[in-house]
């Protein structure tokens, strides 16, 4: 951050992006990482970790409905539910809508983000407070080693694969995930821009075809992420991502008039993609 401006360097630091700040809320350094806080023109409250863009006040709502709605409705029983990261509480409060979910755990290694995005982030951090919410701050690749067959949905929340993250997008990580899966359980996660591909994005599906039987990608626009296209992957055992639940969509119908973003008919329609992402993350 210089002057009154916040920029990130993306792509090789060859692409920027920047947001112009009004002030400066908060600024720690925690045992993992460098955590900020600003107030900007653009977007609102910002969350940033290292540097990087996480949360806006603008647009947190796309990336957290999209990871918890899609494979919500795909599942045919979900009960138990993961979220590795997401320290922001944004995931957890869209899983708490759903009531037939019994437990809900969040593993984030730096409690400092959750508190802090409690001061700054209520909306987000809401459902934190819900009965069948636990907060475990843990290792998450220690985590995932020890639970077998016990989620019906994990959502991978992780910041890009670089430092202590990079791990996540290993096909070894990816092996560990779809062990503490149900028999017919899902793997969410965000995979990067794909016209700025610093981070080889072919390879991480490669990685999570390695794992899982099914595996998809969509896009959804996220305005403060470098490039704002930006694509998640749906990994699954059994269920393609567009075999929606009936049994669900009664309920569904009713909620998703609350929501920003998400709907089913978006839902349906999000995962016809482009050539172009085909080609990107190696789809024949």
Same mark, same amino acid.
């Not at 409690?111 to 209520?122: A, D, G, L, M, T």
């Not at 092996?175 to 793997?187: C, F």
């Given at each position: 951050?210089?002057?009154?401006?916040?920029?990130?360097?993306?792509?090789?630091?060859?692409?920027?992006?920047?947001?112009?700040?009004?002030?400066?809320?908060?600024?720690?350094?925690?045992?993992?990482?460098?955590?900020?806080?600003?107030?900007?023109?653009?977007?609102?409250?910002?969350?940033?970790?290292?540097?990087?863009?996480?949360?806006?006040?603008?647009?947190?709502?796309?990336?957290?409905?999209?990871?918890?709605?899609?494979?919500?409705?795909?599942?045919?029983?979900?009960?138990?539910?993961?979220?590795?990261?997401?320290?922001?509480?944004?995931?957890?409060?869209?899983?708490? $809508?759903?009531?037939?979910?019994?437990?809900?755990?969040?593993?984030?290694?730096?409690?400092?983000?959750?508190?802090?995005?409690?001061?700054?982030?209520?909306?987000?951090?809401?459902?934190?407070?819900?009965?069948?919410?636990?907060?475990?701050?843990?290792?998450?690749?220690?985590?995932?080693?020890?639970?077998?067959?016990?989620?019906?949905?994990?959502?991978?929340?992780?910041?890009?694969?670089?430092?202590?993250?990079?791990?996540?997008?290993?096909?070894?990580?990816?092996?560990?995930?779809?062990?503490?899966?149900?028999?017919?359980?899902?793997?969410?996660?965000?995979?990067?821009?794909?016209?700025?591909?610093?981070?080889?994005?072919?390879?991480?599906?490669?990685?999570?075809?390695?794992?899982?039987?099914?595996?998809?990608?969509?896009?959804?626009?996220?305005?403060?992420?470098?490039?704002?296209?930006?694509?998640?992957?749906?990994?699954? $055992?059994?269920?393609?991502?567009?075999?929606?639940?009936?049994?669900?969509?009664?309920?569904?119908?009713?909620?998703?008039?609350?929501?920003?973003?998400?709907?089913?008919?978006?839902?349906?329609?999000?995962?016809?993609?482009?050539?172009?992402?085909?080609?990107?993350?190696?789809?024949?």
């Amino acid at each position: 951050m210089s002057g009154n401006w916040m920029v990130e360097e993306f792509f090789h630091k060859t692409f920027s992006m920047g947001f112009k700040i009004k002030e400066y809320l908060h600024s720690e350094q925690s045992k993992f990482q460098k955590i900020d806080v600003v107030e900007t023109d653009s977007v609102g409250k910002l969350l940033l970790l290292d540097g990087k863009t996480m949360v806006s006040d603008k647009d947190e709502f796309v990336y957290h409905e999209v990871v918890s709605h899609i494979p919500y409705m795909v599942s045919r029983n979900c009960k138990k539910v993961l979220i590795i990261g997401g320290g922001d509480g944004g995931v957890v409060r869209e899983f708490v $809508k759903h009531p037939d979910i019994e437990r809900i755990d969040l593993v984030e290694i730096d409690e400092r983000v959750i508190e802090v995005s409690k001061i700054y982030f209520p909306d987000c951090t809401s459902g934190l407070s819900d009965k069948r919410v636990r907060v475990l701050p843990e290792d998450g690749f220690a985590f995932i080693k020890r639970a077998k067959a016990e989620y019906d949905i994990i959502v991978v929340d992780s910041t890009d694969p670089v430092d202590f993250a990079s791990g996540l997008f290993t096909d070894e990580f990816y092996a560990d995930v779809y062990n503490a899966l149900t028999e017919d359980g899902i793997m969410m996660n965000q995979t990067e821009n794909p016209f700025l591909d610093e981070f080889g994005i072919k390879n991480i599906y490669n990685n999570m075809r390695k794992v899982f039987p099914i595996v998809s990608s969509f896009n959804a626009p996220m305005l403060i992420y470098p490039g704002v296209y930006w694509t998640f992957g749906f990994s699954s $055992k059994k269920y393609r991502a567009t075999d929606l639940n009936p049994a669900k969509m009664g309920h569904m119908h009713s909620l998703q008039r609350s929501l920003k973003w998400y709907n089913m008919d978006w839902h349906k329609g999000t995962f016809a993609i482009s050539n172009f992402h085909k080609q990107m993350i190696g789809q024949e």
